[in-house]
């Protein structure tokens, strides 16, 4: 199976802060990295697939970066809205894996 | 709009199968472009992919769950459902049907999630 770690676990962060968090596979996945939002009680939510393609409807300030085994998901203006967890998932090969989340929380 | 829609029971007997569907609204079930597939999560843990069926009726398990997992579809109900057998309580988990994209498998739209609790 591909492992997929993050971090930080967790960070805290003022609205307007840019935040970056990293995402790395065991293995190389190519591009085959999607990013989700899950806020408590809720079901995850798609933000980037292949790495760097937005999903439609997520808001500009989340963008995705990298190939191979690291990665990035970033917001470059915190909101309020913003406040959750978020998880990595590699779609390259089956078992499909997620990271173990980061949560960001307001600072 | 696509909607998913988890259903089945909430309290499962240890060794017995847990049963739920995924009903699926304002799309067809039967596109060749879309995957379905069956995720969990545990309280206060990650998520875990259970497994996935195409649009070909084939399916793909995860190998730490195979021995006790079965995806099928109902296309003329528009619903794909999972049993997962011989349950303990860490089968505890909500758990989550998804829409996969062909091509890269994302999972762009989730149901709401159900909870299931395994315990006598």
């Known amino acids: 199976d591909i492992q997929m770690t993050q971090s930080p676990s967790s960070l805290s962060a003022s609205v307007g802060d840019r935040v970056t968090i990293t995402c790395r596979a065991s293995?190389?996945?190519?591009?085959?990295l999607n990013w989700y939002q899950q806020k408590p009680g809720k079901a995850p939510k798609l933000l980037i697939y292949?790495?760097?393609s937005l999903q439609s409807g997520v808001p500009s300030r989340f963008s995705g970066r990298g190939s191979g085994t690291d990665f990035t998901l970033t917001i470059s203006s915190l909101q309020p809205e913003d406040f959750a967890t978020y998880s990595c998932q590699q779609s390259y090969s089956t078992p499909y894996t997620f990271g173990p989340g980061t949560k960001v929380e307001i600072k | 709009q696509l909607q998913l829609q988890e259903s089945g029971p909430g309290l499962v007997k240890p060794s017995e199968t847990l049963s739920l569907t995924c009903t699926v609204s304002g799309g067809s079930i039967s596109s060749s472009t879309y995957f379905w597939g069956w995720i969990r999560q545990p309280p206060g843990k990650g998520l875990e992919w259970i497994g996935t069926?195409?649009?070909?009726?084939?399916?793909d398990y995860n190998p730490s769950l195979k021995s006790r997992v079965t995806i099928s579809v109902d296309t003329s109900k528009n619903q794909f459902s999972l049993k997962l057998s011989s349950v303990t309580a860490a089968d505890t988990a909500v758990y989550y049907c998804?829409?996969?994209?062909?091509?890269?498998?994302?999972?762009?739209?989730w149901g709401q999630g159900t909870t299931v609790i395994v315990s006598s």
């Open positions: 293995q190389s996945i190519g591009s085959y």
């Open positions: 292949v790495a760097s």
């Open positions: 069926i195409y649009y070909s009726g084939s399916t």
């Open positions: 998804a829409r996969q994209v062909g091509g890269n498998e994302s999972m762009d739209v």
